[in-house]
Every structure is written in structure tokens, then in C-alpha cells.
């Protein structure tokens, strides 16, 4: 696509990160995503945007292992068709999934716990993350010896990124962070997704609300029936006709 090479020559001097070619996944007869390729750049927030069953999360879910695909994914210049998924945390992969996927029997500490099995850099640096987390969530500061399964919505959410941030990994897919929140948790959620940007944590970001998503984005792409049908700037996404009419409201 035009856009998508206009794109490319403008931010070519950053490093690629997670390029993905061709990407296919299917479900028995049904094609979720259809040979979509984009690239995600070393320390961008990268938004995929689109209705339900676009194939969004499905693409998130290819890149972290968890269901099979055609194509390439790569990170870092690794192939990761044959890097089995409990093998990507260490490579610098995290996965925020959609539901949030914190274990509610267990205490908010043990979920933190549980984002350094990975890591192998010695306890003093594991606890100046800790106090990285609680800076960045004071919540969870405040409710460190809680189940995690009492927490509210928001909570848990904040919860899930910083259990995240416990791998020290370079890059989080975020599905859906603002679902089922208030718009001011929402806020609050992406104030955050923000700050860990700046920390050089690199995103690619699936959300149903795509004014938020775009605002937080450098780069950008409408997903559609499997496809790619857009991309740009997430400022770019924002400005352009169809996406306002399909997907701001305007």
C-alpha cells in the first residue's frame, strides 16, 4: 500500500522489532486473518484497531504461540515458527491477554511473582521492579497480601500489565485494556500504557476504543475481515474520513 511505504521511508532509521509476513490464521473452514504484513518498531506503540472478529487478537495470539499459523513472525530477526510459546518470555514477549488472565487464588504479590520465572538477574534487581510496579500502580502496593480475584476490574487490569512488566521483556501485546472500565480507569489505564512507552518498552496494542488507541499510537492499522485495509500514523488514522465515519463516531 502506498500509505504503508510512505510510512516506512519516513521511520526507517528505527530498528524493526516484530516484522510479520503473510500472517494467516484459520479456525477449521474459517480465515480469521488473511496474509496481513506490517511491521512494529523498536519502542512504538503500534494499535490495531477494528470491529469484533476482525481477527485482531487472533493475530496477538499467533505472535505469543498460543495457536498456529501460516507465515512468518519475527522478533528481534528470530523466527519464532519453531520457538515454542513458554520460550518467548525469555526472548522478550508478554502477553496482557483480553479477560486479563491473573490467577484470582492467588494474592496480587504471588501474581507479580510469577512474571519473574523467566528471569534470572538476581533478587535486588527483581525488588527495585517491584517498587517499579507499585510506583506505577499504588493500588497494588496497597494490596499486595490480597487474592487477586477480589480485586475490581480496573484493579486486575493494572494488575495483569504490571505482572507483565515482572518479565522485564521489551516488548507487551496488550488485548483490550480497557474493557469493562470506566472511562476515567480507561484514562488512568492508558496514562500508564503511556509511561511504560516512555520507559522504552516497545507495544502492539488491540483496543475497541479507537480514538484512545489512535491517540496513544505512533503507528496504526485497520483491521477488517481478516485484513489490513489502512495504516498510517496513529494522527494520520485519526484525520482520515473513514476511519472517523467507521470507527470514531464523527
Not at 167 to 173: K, N, V
Not at 205 to 231: H, K
Amino acid at each position: 500500500m502506498a500509505m504503508e511505504k510512505l510510512f516506512e521511508q519516513r521511520h526507517s532509521e528505527v530498528p524493526v522489532l516484530l516484522s510479520i509476513k503473510n500472517l494467516a490464521v484459520s479456525y477449521g473452514n474459517i480465515r480469521a486473518v488473511r496474509g496481513i504484513s506490517f511491521n512494529v518498531r523498536q519502542g512504538q506503540i503500534a494499535a490495531l484497531i477494528g470491529a469484533n472478529g476482525a481477527g485482531k487478537s487472533s493475530l496477538l495470539r499467533a505472535v505469543s504461540g498460543m495457536i498456529p499459523y501460516e507465515g512468518e513472525i519475527c522478533y528481534k530477526g528470530i523466527n519464532l515458527k519453531d520457538v515454542a510459546a513458554h520460550k518467548l518470555v525469555s526472548l522478550g514477549i508478554t502477553h496482557v491477554p483480553e479477560g486479563r488472565g491473573i490467577f484470582g487464588n492467588l494474592t496480587v504479590r504471588e501474581n507479580l511473582t510469577l512474571g519473574t520465572w523467566c528471569r534470572r538477574d538476581g533478587l535486588e534487581i527483581i525488588k527495585k521492579d517491584y517498587d517499579h510496579v507499585v510506583e506505577l500502580f499504588p493500588r497494588l502496593g496497597e494490596r499486595m497480601g490480597q487474592l487477586s480475584g477480589t480485586l475490581s476490574g480496573g484493579e486486575q487490569q493494572m494488575l495483569a500489565i504490571g505482572r507483565a512488566l515482572m518479565s522485564r521483556g521489551d516488548m507487551i501485546l496488550l488485548d483490550e485494556p480497557s474493557m469493562g472500565l470506566s472511562p476515567v480507569l480507561a484514562d488512568e489505564i492508558f496514562g500508564i500504557i503511556d509511561e511504560i512507552n516512555k520507559h522504552g518498552v516497545t507495544i502492539l496494542l488491540v483496543e475497541q476504543n479507537a480514538y484512545m488507541a489512535l491517540q496513544a499510537a505512533g503507528y496504526g492499522c485497520v483491521m477488517e475481515n481478516g485484513e489490513i485495509t489502512l495504516d498510517g500514523t496513529g494522527a494520520e488514522l485519526i484525520e482520515n474520513p473513514r476511519v472517523r465515519q467507521a470507527y470514531l463516531g464523527v
